[in-house]
């Protein structure tokens, strides 16, 4: 099967015998050498890459980064979403509070990298 790739329409022959010509052309543009699909590619790996940071800093395994509870997994998924908003340019940053969960940025640094970060106060006050 051959597919073409999405971006410069070079025609690249497809492992699957049997695709669809849609999954042909997707498997084209995966596979595609070209500058276009060669940063489609580098973006999709980025944010798989953003995703895991999220899961990492705001899941279960957050307590290994020094927070003390993770947050609900709805606002996870949020989170994630605003990842591919970000990816994507439709967002350039956001900045959400969690109250005592602390608070999440992304953002598009200007070196094109998806910056994930989360912050939590931490304070202790004795009075006499
Ligand atoms: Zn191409």
């Given amino acids: 099967m051959i597919g073409t ?7 690249v022959e497809s492992l699957e015998e049997n695709c669809t010509q849609e999954a042909a052309d997707v498997w084209a543009t995966l596979n595609c ?3 276009s699909a060669t940063a489609d590619r580098r973006t999709k790996e ?4 953003a995703k895991d940071r999220v899961f990492e800093l705001f899941g279960t395994s957050c307590a290994e980064y020094g927070f003390s509870k993770p947050i609900e997994a709805e606002n996870i998924l949020l989170l994630t979403s605003i990842v591919d908003a970000v990816a ?14 602390g608070s999440a940025s992304i953002s598009m640094t200007s070196k ?10 931490h304070a202790y006050q004795l009075e006499e």
Avoid: L, M, P, W
């Fill in 5 to 11: 790739c999405k971006y410069c329409g070079q025609a």
């Fill in 33 to 35: 050498d070209c500058a």
């Fill in 112 to 121: 094109s990298k998806i910056k994930i970060q989360r912050s939590q106060a």
């Fill in 46 to 49: 980025q944010v798989t890459a």
């Fill in 88 to 101: 994507n340019h439709t967002i350039s940053s956001a900045k959400i509070h969690f109250g005592k969960a």
